[in-house]
């Protein structure tokens, strides 16, 4: 595999892990203040992210490239309201976005065919994710400052089902 393809890969598994520990930090913010139902969301989600490096390491693996596991930066230790924090979700997956696309420019440039193809997965789950952060912060802008919608809220989304 071409040279600057792999550590672009390694960059990606990298920001997957990110996304996932940001995300736990934020499930983990969610419990202490006893919205369990948003810090379930977030659970989940990374999950979900952990799946996202996973598949990355193992395509990596499959096309016969070295895995290099790179150091991943702690998620912020406080946080304001379910609102900003939806907002950061999103706005962070807007970045990781643009990061799978500035990749699938490259195997486009490079003729990866089959790194193309895998980075379609995420083209289009990027899709799903921004729509699902994007929809949380409608919500919660919905519920303003409104107690009772707030926990309506946290009920709906910690009835949040993982994938598969
Ligand atoms: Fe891996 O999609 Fe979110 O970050």
């Known amino acids: 595999m071409d040279a600057k393809i792999l550590d672009s890969l390694n960059e990606q598994i990298r920001a997957e892990l990110h996304s996932a520990y940001t995300y736990l930090a934020m499930s983990a913010h969610f419990s202490e203040k006893n919205l369990d139902g948003f810090g379930h969301w977030m659970r989940l989600q ?6 996202h490096a ?28 379910p609102l900003e924090i939806f907002e950061d979700a999103l706005a962070h997956e807007k970045k990781i976005t643009a990061m799978i696309h500035a990749l699938y420019d490259r195997a486009r440039e490079a003729k990866d065919y089959a790194t193309e193809m895998q980075l379609q997965w995420f083209v289009t789950e990027q899709v799903e994710e921004e729509d699902n952060a994007g929809r949380a912060v409608e919500q919660l802008k919905l519920a303003g400052t409104n107690t009772s919608a707030l926990l309506m809220l946290d009920r709906v989304f910690g009835q949040r089902a993982g994938e598969g």
């Open 46 to 51: 990374a999950t979900e992210e952990l799946g």
């Open 54 to 81: 996973m598949r990355l390491y193992d395509y990596v693996l499959e096309r016969g490239g070295q895995v290099r596991l790179l150091g991943v930066d702690a998620p912020p230790a406080s946080f304001g309201s």
